[in-house]
């Protein structure tokens, strides 16, 4: 990482991220984490999917969406690798959750706003898991209406986009446009690791100098403009979470890599082609990870 102010460094790759990626011989799957994402209601369990592709293709040992019996099919018809595991009703979810035992969670991605959509989202940060908070979690987060336990693991993350963020800083929103002071404000509120989506991506935690992941050095990351590409974003980072990287790290690395596969893909980019490209990313640094470097880059 190189320092460019005494509050903010910019991200880089470095050998040791490349290398913490790879997995070894001598281990089996359950060393690289047990990842669950929650799923929307049935119909709306697209989101869910794209993340737990995510999680699956940057290592996680085992991934498995859960999903409300009534959306069982639907999940079941369009997943092999992944595991689904159904629940009988929102009631039943805090047990479900324990029972499943994952090592990191994903809730958000189309989650829905409803009621049932806010006792899910109280169980997983009831849970105190490394998780993912993302999308409809966040607007739920910043609806003073909705009352939910505080975030009690730091080793969390949360992805806003900037109209989620200024629902959860609106006050931040109305003094300041620095994307730096945004984040931060966030960080500090959630007392978590807030990755704020955009082109200059900022990570910030809470007593922590915030991180830039630029989009600069890449030419096609423009192309993850599209539906289901955060979805994405957000299973890279809790695949790391489950494997028990640092939530810091997990959220930089999961950013950077987001913008190695746009480069990888180029132009016609969708979201279901984001976690196909990352074994070649990945594959490289094995090799080399300058290689990896020179040709995410173009």
Not at 37 to 45: H, L
Not at 183 to 190: E, G, I, R, S
Not at 192 to 210: D, H, M, Q, R
């Amino acid at each position: 990482m190189n320092t460019t102010a005494s509050d903010c460094t910019v991200f880089e790759m470095t050998t040791a991220h490349w290398q913490s990626l790879g997995k070894s011989g001598a281990a089996h799957k359950h060393r690289y984490g047990h990842a669950a994402i929650v799923s929307g209601p049935t119909g709306q369990g697209g989101a869910a999917r794209l993340a737990a592709r995510g999680a699956l293709r940057i290592g996680a040992g085992v991934v498995s969406v859960l999903c409300q019996a009534d959306a069982l099919q639907e999940h079941a018809a369009q997943l092999n690798a992944i595991m689904v595991k159904p629940f009988a009703k929102p009631s039943k979810f805090a047990e479900h959750l324990a029972a499943v035992s994952p090592q990191a969670v994903c809730i958000g991605p189309n989650l829905g706003l409803g009621h049932a959509s806010q006792n899910l989202l109280s169980d997983v940060v009831s849970r105190g898991l490394p998780a993912c908070f993302d999308a409809d979690a966040i607007t739920l987060m910043a609806d003073s209406s909705v009352s939910l336990p505080t975030l009690s693991n730091p080793q969390s993350v949360l992805t806003p986009h900037e109209g989620e963020l200024r629902r959860l800083i609106p006050d931040v929103f109305a003094t300041t446009s620095c994307r730096r002071t945004l984040a931060q404000a966030a960080a500090d509120k959630m007392g978590c690791v807030v990755l704020f989506k955009g082109p200059e991506t900022i990570v910030a935690a809470p007593n922590t100098a915030s991180r830039i992941v630029s989009a600069q050095p890449f030419k096609s990351t423009s192309w993850l403009a599209t539906a289901g590409s955060g979805d994405v974003l957000a299973g890279f980072v809790t695949g790391l979470l489950a494997r028990g990287f640092d939530a810091l790290d997990a959220a930089c690395i999961a950013a950077y890599l987001h913008f190695s596969c746009a480069e990888a893909i180029g132009a016609g980019l969708i979201a279901e082609d984001i976690p196909e490209a990352l074994p070649k990313i990945l594959r490289l640094s094995e090799i080399n990870p300058v290689s990896a470097k020179s040709a995410t880059q173009g």
